[in-house]
């Protein structure tokens, strides 16, 4: 049987929602909520440990930063010292340590290779370095003057030879020739009465191949 309401709106009774609909409604709802508080937890709790990382960075910054001022000041003061040691190697390039010379010559002249082969002594002694540059050809001059004790001539020529073939003479290119003029060095009641005098020089090589050498033995005798 089919009815009709026939009532005006206002006074039909109101029909109840169908139970499928209302649980599909609700579960909707629920399921947003979950979803949308899932969310907010993944957000809430990424953006907190972005602020903790970011916070921790800046921690490690400001705690670098005393360390990097000072790793800033010790590289100037090594870049402060490779110019000093620069400007000290351009000095030794033009320099010459007479004061390891002259103890070299002294050696010599006291120690000879073997005991009585000659008897010198020294009456002047002088030097001097070039003042055109590391380049010039001749690195400078020593000059001495000396007495070998005794009438053999064959004395001097032993100091002369001692004096060109050793370690002293490696700075040098050129030496005078051992010669001399044979005199009286002393009064007949004493010995040696006779003696040659020399006079000797000696001239450099050039301070540039001195200063080399120097360092080429350095690195081999580094290597040992």
């Known amino acids: 049987m089919i009815r009709v309401n ?5 006074y039909r009774k109101a029909e109840a929602t169908p139970l499928k609909q209302f649980f599909a409604t609700v579960g909707a709802v629920v ?4 979803a949308a508080s899932i969310w907010g937890w993944v957000f809430f709790t990424k953006y907190k440990k972005a602020e903790d990382d970011l916070a921790q960075v800046k921690t490690e910054i400001a705690g670098q930063k005393g360390a990097l001022e000072l790793t800033q ?3 100037k003061k090594v870049q402060d010292l490779k110019a000093q ?7 030794a390039k033009n320099r010459v340590v007479w004061s390891r010379k002259f103890d070299e010559l002294w050696e ?8 009585g082969r000659y008897e010198v002594w020294l009456t002047s002694l002088g030097c001097n370095s070039t003042t055109t540059g590391a380049a010039a050809k001749v690195g400078g001059q020593v000059q001495f003057v000396g007495v070998s004790a005794g009438s053999q001539v064959n004395r001097m020529a032993d100091f002369h030879e001692d004096l060109t ?6 700075d040098f290119g050129i030496a005078t020739p051992a010669y001399g003029t044979r005199d009286v060095i002393g009064p007949a009641n004493r010995d040696p009465k006779e003696g040659w005098n020399f006079n000797f020089i000696l001239t450099l090589k050039s ?3 001195i200063t080399e050498a120097h360092a080429k033995a350095a690195a081999e005798a580094a290597k040992k």
């Open 6 to 10: 026939l009532l005006p709106l206002e």
């Open 31 to 34: 399921l947003a909520a979950v």
């Open 73 to 75: 000041k010790l590289d």
């Open 165 to 170: 073939t050793g370690p002293f003479f490696k």
């Open 85 to 91: 040691f620069k400007l000290i190697d351009e000095v």
């Open 108 to 115: 010599i002249v006291v120690n000879p290779r073997s005991p």
């Open 207 to 209: 301070l540039k191949d």
